[in-house]
Each structure stands twice: as structure tokens, then as C-alpha cells.
């Protein structure tokens, strides 16, 4: 069974920056890919930044002031995100493809949320 638990959501000002981390843990093989999603209130579902072997993305919306990082010891990905806009409120969710045996295919996982809440 595999978990992510994501951590440091919270209330901060525009401009201001915080830093969330999702950490994976059970029986884990492998993990391929890892991602950073939102969803604000009314709003689809949506990619803000990924990072696997051999690339980072990111949304339009975030280039230049979010950074997706990984620490592929501590199977835990983190967001970094800086000059924070109203616009950013949002539950974020971490995502990750996680292969748990040698000759298992990667499945999805998600974490339960993370609330990033911009306001003066």
C-alpha cells in the first residue's frame, strides 16, 4: 500500500511565498513521476508543475515563480512557490507514478490536499 502525505499549506499574504512538501511512503519500487496539481473553488482540477528524470513543466500561470524539486531518497517532492497571487488559492494535491514491484506496472496516486490560501 502506498500513502502521500503533502505538508505546509496555510494562509499567507500576496507576495509572500510557502513551501509544500509530499512525502511517499509504503511499498514503493520505484516512482517515475511526480506532480503538483490545484484546484480552487468552482475551478476543474489542474497541472501546475511536474518532474521526472529528465524534465521539470510547468503551467503558464506559475513559470518563474513556482520550483518543483525532488528528493528521490526521501521519496518526497516539493513546491516551491514565491511571489503568491490571490489567484493561487487552491487546494494542491501531489500526484505521483509509483511502481511497487519489478515486473508491476506504475499506478497513480494522490495526496489528500494541501490548502494555499492567498489574502491580505
Known amino acids: 500500500q502506498v500513502q502521500l502525505v503533502e505538508s505546509g499549506g496555510g494562509l499567507v499574504q500576496p507576495g509572500g511565498s510557502l513551501k509544500l512538501s509530499c512525502a511517499a511512503s509504503?511499498?514503493?519500487?520505484?516512482?517515475?513521476?511526480m506532480a503538483w496539481y490545484r484546484q480552487a473553488p468552482g475551478k476543474e482540477r489542474e497541472l501546475v508543475a511536474g518532474?521526472?528524470?529528465?524534465?521539470?513543466t510547468y503551467a503558464d500561470s506559475v513559470k518563474g515563480r513556482f520550483t518543483i524539486s525532488r528528493d528521490s531518497a526521501k521519496n518526497t517532492v516539493y513546491l516551491q512557490m514565491n511571489s503568491l497571487e490571490p489567484e493561487d488559492t487552491a487546494v494542491y494535491y501531489c500526484?505521483?507514478?509509483?511502481?511497487?514491484?519489478?515486473?508491476?506496472?506504475?499506478?497513480?496516486?494522490w495526496g489528500q490536499g494541501a490548502q494555499v490560501t492567498v489574502s491580505s
Open positions: 509504503g511499498s514503493i519500487f520505484r516512482i517515475d513521476a
Open positions: 500526484n505521483a507514478n509509483i511502481v511497487t514491484g519489478p515486473l508491476r506496472p506504475g499506478s497513480l496516486y
Open positions: 518532474i521526472n528524470t529528465f524534465r521539470r
